[in-house]
């Protein structure tokens, strides 16, 4: 089932205001299968507000939402989740003091049993998890420490690999590099060039013109709530989007 | 990228949250050993057994909804309220004993239920929302069982049709030796296995830890928030319910202030055994051993024939010892 000439989700000329007052206004964004969409701008331009209603934590006030093409309308995060849109938020949805393992698996535990017996697969879990992030370069020695002893990077990595094991087609990273060192840095875009090239759809969302332009197939500048520009990387250079970044006039003809 | 590790005494800590509680339970026996000859005997395990059961069946319940986040400051004053409920139904209105404690079962789980539902409907801190809810308890427990029985006691109970058929399950004992061993030691046990199976074991459990330690991560992983803090709620007000009726059947009468000023002692059992005033992190193990502890305590001290004044004196000094290791835990894990 190809579906690849429709965008994997859409938002089409979304708005969101918190109780009165305009966070986005007539926002358009488009994921494509094997292609990262970067969303950049200053603090406060909404683009978390944006990836929350891509993601189901928010509902529009006006615009709609297309999965697939179709229109899609998502009353919880868990609707989103189960579509395949799977997002690693800038607090990371973990719990420091809960163990790795638990993090990896939480709101999807693995269980054994049935009944009164039915009970968590805890064994299988830590497994899966050990693995799992061997795969991507972390070597714990103990999956049952709590995660907020992991790195910034690594916590993000073990985000990214928690949404790609669970199955997700399209990926939603909001600011994954803004706590980070260079080094942690480039690990984290090379798992978003992995998912990328493993055909997952990706926004990435960043402050930072030189983490966006080297990964990204579009870029969508927020100003105010507002889209000051989408455009295709053939439209733009890396000095064009740093200086869109920076308020200054950018000739694009 | 190296993982980071924690120091080994922090990661032990975190591993065993009920470690420190374990230590002091040791230091605890061996001390009134020695200080008393009674404290190690058959008859002397008994009473002390006891008097730890109730306040570990109600510390169990109490350290779930510590873990998941939240307090209920009504849990003590439950206790009197659901015997009061019954002995009031059972003696005066000549309702069946056994259908009055199944009634006083219904109207704690809706206690306890409101509670979480003011909680998260609100939005408001468990700690005022379930104060509120004690002093409401505390004055209807007074003015109602006076306005009916005309008096601050339940008396003639053990007279009533089918008391008999009701009272081993929560107020029998069996003698060995000198001692006597009451069935709420066996209720406290079962509690604590069933609270250690359904947090650490079961899906639930998972979320327990996580509407405590980040209620917003856990919502937006797809965790039903909501649901599972008013379940915990429910789950102090069953406890509740179940030591109201242990201390009901035991004595075969209640007062009209039972309970009350008894929420905070499990607390601070909850907290001696490694629960977080922040939520998130805990242990029932510990929680069960911080109410060994004050029973062990309790009637050590009366053994020992000091003034029984010096127990306060002691909690105090347990309670700061425990949330000073348990700060310092939270501070190296999640730092903010
Ligand atoms: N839950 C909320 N309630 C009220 N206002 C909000 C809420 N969330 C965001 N806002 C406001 O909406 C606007 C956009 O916020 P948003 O978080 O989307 O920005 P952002 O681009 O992600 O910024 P940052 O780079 O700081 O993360 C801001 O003015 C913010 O104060
Ligand atoms: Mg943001």
Known sequence: MSQSDVPIIAARQVSKAYAGAVALRDVSIEVWAGQVSCVLGDNGAGKSTLIKILAGVHRPTAGQLLLDGRPVDFDGPRAALEVGVATVYQDLAMVPLMPVWRNFFLGRELTVGRGPARRLNRSGMRAIVRQQLSQIGIELRDVDQPIGTLSGGERQSVAIARAIHFGARALILDEPTAALGVKQSEVVLKYIRRARDEGLGVVFITHNPNHAYPVGDHFLVLNHGQAQGYYAKAELSLPDLAAMMAGDPVDLS | ??????????????????????????????????????????????????????????????????????????????????????????????????????????????????????????????????????????????????????????????????????????????????????????????????????????????????????????????????????????????????????????????????????????????????CLLTGGFGSVVGASLGALIYGMTFQGITFAQWDTNWLMAFLGVMLLGAVFVNHWIRLRVAPT
């Open chain 2, 1 to 274: 990228m190296a993982a980071h590790r924690p120091p080994p005494a922090l990661a032990a800590l975190i591993a065993r949250p009920e470690t420190g509680a374990l230590i002091a339970t040791g230091l605890v026996m061996a001390f009134f050993g020695l200080a008393s000859q009674a404290f190690f005997t058959v008859a002397g395990a008994g009473v002390w057994l006891e008097s730890a059961s109730t306040y570990g069946i109600m510390a169990v319940a109490v350290a779930l909804l510590m873990i998941g986040g939240e307090f209920d400051l009504s849990a003590g004053v439950m206790t009197g309220f659901t015997a009061l409920t019954v002995g009031v139904l059972a003696t005066h209105f000549g309702v069946d004993i056994r259908l009055a404690a199944g009634l006083a079962l219904i109207l704690a789980l809706a206690v306890g239920a409101l509670n979480g539902f003011l909680v998260i409907r609100t939005g408001l801190p468990s700690f005022i929302v379930t104060l509120a809810t004690f002093f409401v308890l505390q004055g209807v427990d007074l003015a109602v069982t006076k306005l009916i029985l005309g008096q601050v006691t339940v008396q003639g109970l053990s007279k009533v049709p089918n008391y008999d058929s009701i009272q081993p399950i929560f107020g029998s004992q069996l003698q060995l030796g000198q001692g006597h061993f009451y069935v709420s030691v066996l209720w406290w046990a079962l509690c604590t296995v069933a609270a250690v199976w359904l947090l650490n074991h079961t899906r639930p459990g998972n979320w327990v830890y996580a509407v405590g330690g980040a209620p917003l991560a856990a919502r937006q992983v797809g965790v039903p928030v909501r649901a599972t803090k008013v379940v915990l709620f429910m789950g102090t007000a069953l406890a509740g319910w179940l030591v109201g009726m242990i201390s009901l059947f035991r004595t075969s009468t209640v007062q009209a202030t039972t309970g009350v000023g008894q929420e905070f002692i499990y607390i601070i059992c909850a907290v001696v055994g490694g």
